[in-house]
């Protein structure tokens, strides 16, 4: 059984048990929350789609927060002595999905 959920404004397809990085969450670590913007939820061949939502929801774990990996951001302009270095780290909360509620 997998779901399509929405998140940060990104799609992710999941499973439960499984572990991911989402957009950062305001939540506590060791919280349960509650992702109801579900898409799709298929078991074996009954696939559920929604328009654009399901009334099922996904339950997570909030494993961890952290920050990903540095990003370089570098801007030049030849011949106009012009470069300009920036860098940055996007936060991220780690998830861990304990169940699947296809409504």
């Given at each position: 059984m997998y779901a399509v959920i929405q998140t940060g404004g990104k799609q992710y397809r999941v499973s439960e048990g499984m572990t991911l990085k989402v957009e950062k969450i305001d939540a506590e670590e060791g919280a349960s929350i509650e992702l109801d913007k579900v898409l799709l939820v298929a078991d074996g061949d009954?696939?559920?789609v929604g328009t654009p939502y399901l009334s099922g929801s996904v339950?997570?774990?909030?494993?961890?927060h952290g920050k990903g990996r540095k990003v370089n951001i570098i801007k030049f302009k030849?011949?106009?002595h012009h470069?300009?270095?920036?860098?940055h780290r996007q936060q991220y909360?780690?998830?861990e999905i304990t169940g699947i509620n296809a409504g």
């Open positions: 009954d696939v559920k339950t997570a774990t909030v494993k961890s030849r011949r106009k470069l300009k270095r920036q860098g909360t780690e998830l």
